[in-house]
């Protein structure tokens, strides 16, 4: 039993001594069938007013969930974009066209050329060609889900690779005649 309880049970009789002035009952009757016979009205202002409070709610929210919430939970990119704002399929074809253009990159180096105005010059261009992809990554930026924008990364990583593959296949051409070349003038 509550301290509430045990008092009032103690103190009965003071309770019970007083009754409500007269027609307590009667007014209290007449309330209670004022309040449930008259029917609610509600206005139209305060439906508004209600709807616009839920609008201004449901937009804060969605404000700060974009603003706080996805920049922490979006695990970011070596150029700073948020790893989720790209498709994975185009992450792993960057992945496989960036390694391949390393490979490239490496079988080129070790062609030794003798010629280095030569391979300064071929390194310049395919520097050109970096910077139209350092265009493309800055449009990305701005439009992440642009699949146009993404289709022309991929199709740049794919003409490097050619474009590589040509000057390999090339210099791979023009070395044996080089080296005859220089075995003649040595004899």
Known sequence: MSKLEKIISENKDAFDALEPKGGHFERFQSKLDNYHGKSRKISFSFVLKVAAVAVLVVLSSLWTYDTFISDQAGTTSSDGMAATDISPEYREAEAYYASLVSQKYN???????????????????????????ND??????????????????????????????KIINRLNAIKPIKTKQNESTEV
């Open 136 to 165: 493309l990554q800055v449009e990305l930026q701005a439009n992440p889900n642009d699949e146009r924008v993404i289709n022309a990364m991929i199709s740049y990583y794919q003409l490097k690779i050619e474009v590589l593959n």
């Open 107 to 133: 079988e080129f180096d070790r062609l030794n050329l003798n010629d280095s105005i030569e391979k300064n010059m071929i390194l310049n261009e395919l520097s050109d060609m970096d910077s139209l992809y």
